[in-house]
């Protein structure tokens, strides 16, 4: 389940923007500034992609390729041929065709390089021929029994499920590199609610959840236990409850902190001298 999400806004004549929903993603916004959740989630306002972004969608989508050849066909060599035709798919939006000035760029050949170095990185981490996936980037849209009868919507994409002799598994590739101390509680709350979306969604609890840390190749695993996803649910519910008080009147203040060097809506924020742009209403419903 990628943590990557876009916000962009239907044009004219399109249907209307789906009501938001709680994503590890969006959840950790809100947690951390209820006002970046707002202008992600609600206004969906553009954010430009950056070059590892789009690394990481590129690494993605060629692994995702890769489990729809038969197992002899995973080859290292299969992955790093789809790695062209993946970055045309790509190319084809033009905020990421501006990140270079075309394949001439000295640049574009080096960030592919570092593309392809983290295709290497994942089979020296598994097999991809002894695995048994049985979905691939998949949505999963689930919904969590809430406090006084109000469901709280579950979203995310799954990067792999296996269902095999060894158990049903989540398997989540990160292009970045392994979390540092004091960042592991980031961690176990996506693998957390990984864990229960699958639950919810199949009525079983997975037997382990990984994390291959395509950067250092790292491996992180964890086994959860149905009591402490129930838990779990119930944080999620307290963060979903937060969010709905907050919406009819926009209450979606900033809150400061180190992420805040690198926010794309800086210039936008009150705690920087910014005005943030008119409240929208929560989508669906009246403002």
Known sequence: ???????????????????????????ADFRRCPL????????????????????????????????AL?????????????????????????????????PADPGFAVWLDSAAAL????????????????AVETRVEVELPGSGGAAVPLRGILDRL?????????????TGATPGEGYESGVL???KFYALAVLLARGRVPDELRLLYLSDGTALTY?????ELHRFGRLLDA????????APAGDFPPRTGPACRHCDHRDRCPAWGGTPPPYPGWPGEAA
């Open 239 to 246: 963060v979903w409850a937060a969010i709905r008080r907050a």
């Open 1 to 27: 389940m990628t943590g990557t999400e876009t916000t962009t806004r239907g044009g004219a004549g399109e249907a209307p923007p789906r009501p938001p929903a709680l994503s590890p993603s969006r959840a």
């Open 162 to 174: 296996d269902d095999g002799p060894d158990g049903l598994r989540v398997v989540d590739y990160k």
């Open 189 to 191: 709350f996506q693998l």
């Open 70 to 102: 038969g197992p002899a066909e995973r080859t290292p060599g299969a992955a790093h041929a789809l790695l062209g035709p993946c970055w045309d798919a790509l190319a084809a939006d033009p905020a990421v065709a501006a990140l270079f000035d075309g």
């Open 119 to 134: 295709l290497d990185t994942y089979f020296a981490l598994e097999d991809p021929s002894a695995v048994t996936a049985t």
């Open 36 to 67: 970046l959740y707002r202008l992600r989630a609600v206004d969906r306002l553009p954010e430009a992609p950056s070059r590892a972004q789009v690394r990481g969608t590129l690494v993605h989508a060629v692994l995702e390729r890769l489990f």
């Open 223 to 227: 086994r959860p236990d149905a009591g």
